[in-house]
Nanobody, 121 residues
Framework: QLQLVESGGGLVQPGGSLRLSCAAS????????IGWFRQVPGKEREELSC????????NYADSVKGRVTTSRDNAKNKVYLQIDSLKPEDTAVYYC??????????????WGQGTQVTVSS
C-alpha cells in the first residue's frame, strides 16, 4: 500500500504558525513533485504550493504567498509546509499530494488523508 500521511495540524490562534509534515509509506518522495492543497466544505480544492523533486524550485498560490513556505528533506523522505500569520479563513483540511513529474503538481498519483487546521481564538 502506497500512502502519504500528513501531520501537524490542530487548533491555533490567529497570528500563530503551524508546520505541517508529509511522509511517504511504500515509496520515496524524491521521485515526485509534492503539492499542498486545502479544502473547506462547500468550496473547491485549492492548490497552495508545489515543490519540485529536488526541492530546487517552488511555486505558491497568490492567496498564501508570503505566509507559506514549502520545503523538503529527501533524506528523511518528508515534505513540509510552514504557515505563518494564520487567519480564521485558513481553517481547512490540508492535503499533500505526489506528482511523478519533475516540477508539476497536476498529475496526482497519491493523496494523503488530510490534516485539519483550525484557526480560532
Amino acid at each position: 500500500q502506497l500512502q502519504l500521511v500528513e501531520s501537524g495540524g490542530g487548533l491555533v490562534q490567529p497570528g500563530g504558525s503551524l508546520r505541517l509534515s508529509c511522509a511517504a509509506s511504500g515509496f520515496t518522495l524524491d521521485d515526485y513533485a509534492i503539492g499542498w492543497f486545502r479544502q473547506v466544505p462547500g468550496k473547491e480544492r485549492e492548490e497552495l504550493s508545489c515543490i519540485s523533486r529536488s526541492g530546487y524550485s517552488t511555486n505558491y498560490a497568490d492567496s498564501v504567498k508570503g505566509r507559506v513556505t514549502t520545503s523538503r528533506d529527501n533524506a528523511k523522505n518528508k515534505v513540509y509546509l510552514q504557515i505563518d500569520s494564520l487567519k480564521p479563513e485558513d481553517t481547512a483540511v490540508y492535503y499533500c499530494a505526489a506528482d511523478p513529474q519533475t516540477s508539476s503538481c497536476q498529475r496526482i498519483d497519491y493523496w494523503g488523508q488530510g490534516t485539519q487546521v483550525t484557526v480560532s481564538s
